[in-house]
């Protein structure tokens, strides 16, 4: 599918994964419109051919606003990737009592609901365009995680929620094929992001070191690589990638 001149979504735009994905789409000749939250937005440094769109992807009303805004660009909105997540820990049972209730429902809300939010609304847009060969129109690009599959102690909302991601892939490739939308999740191993900012060089390297290979953390570079790839590949669908250089996490 050609990424030039069409619109294209990315949650969790303003950086990490999601900042590296807009970039790379830009590149390419795409308008994108990154979501983000407000603070995440302000912070974020100008990018050519990319609007930075404050919403929050639980908040069906914001994502209607950033959608249609997408649409009235007035290019054909093809891509959409949800890279906006979160990743609170917690044992079920922990020196202070049983898992906070409201801590795992906020990871399951953000991960998992907020990525279904965007994802109806965005194919929604998407189905409306006009199609391409074969009666494509578009494609749709989920975040989980190797955590889906092999889950840390202390991951269990975390898990549940990309577990969720990887449960819908298939259901909803098989439901927006009728529209020509293709639905494929990424599934990233330990990936060097904001999230990783505060930790020391020691524990770093011990987080590298368990990696197979390449014996490194993942760059956000390298996931947005093969968010394109995914977007060029018409054939791949229904499908979940782990980018982890063949790493099978233990226990803890």
């Known amino acids: 599918m050609e ?86 820990a917690g044992r079920i049972l922990g020196k202070q009592g049983p898992h906070d209730l409201e801590l795992f429902r906020k990871v399951v ?37 190797i955590a889906a599959f092999d889950g840390q102690i202390g991951q269990v909302a975390y898990a549940a929620s990309k577990g969720g991601v990887v449960g819908l892939t298939l259901s909803a490739a098989r439901d927006l094929a009728s529209f020509g939308i293709r639905v494929v999740t990424i599934a990233p191993g330990i990936i060097d992001t904001p999230m990783l900012a505060g930790v020391s060089d020691e524990f770093r390297a011990n987080l590298a070191g368990g990696v197979p290979f390449p014996k490194r953390l993942g760059h956000p570079t390298e996931y947005a690589g093969l968010a394109l790839s995914i977007i060029d590949q018409d054939y791949l669908n229904g499908e979940v990638i782990r980018l982890d250089g063949a790493l099978r996490m233990a226990p803890r």
């Open 109 to 145: 809300e953000v991960n998992l609901i907020g990525t279904f939010n965007v994802l109806r609304l965005a194919a929604a847009a998407m189905s409306t365009t006009q199609p391409l060969d074969h009666d494509q129109r578009g494609v749709v690009i989920n975040t989980a995680s």
């Open 3 to 88: 990424i030039k001149e069409t619109a294209a979504i990315v949650t969790g735009g303003a950086s990490g994964l999601g900042g590296a994905t807009a970039r790379a789409l830009a590149a390419r000749g795409a308008r994108v419109f990154a979501l983000d939250l407000p603070n995440a937005v302000e912070k974020a440094e100008p990018v050519d051919g990319v609007t930075f769109v404050p919403a929050d992807v639980t908040d069906a009303e914001q994502v209607a606003d950033a959608v249609s805004a997408a649409v009235e660009s007035g290019l054909p909105l093809r891509t959409t990737v949800n890279c906006a997540g979160v990743g609170w």
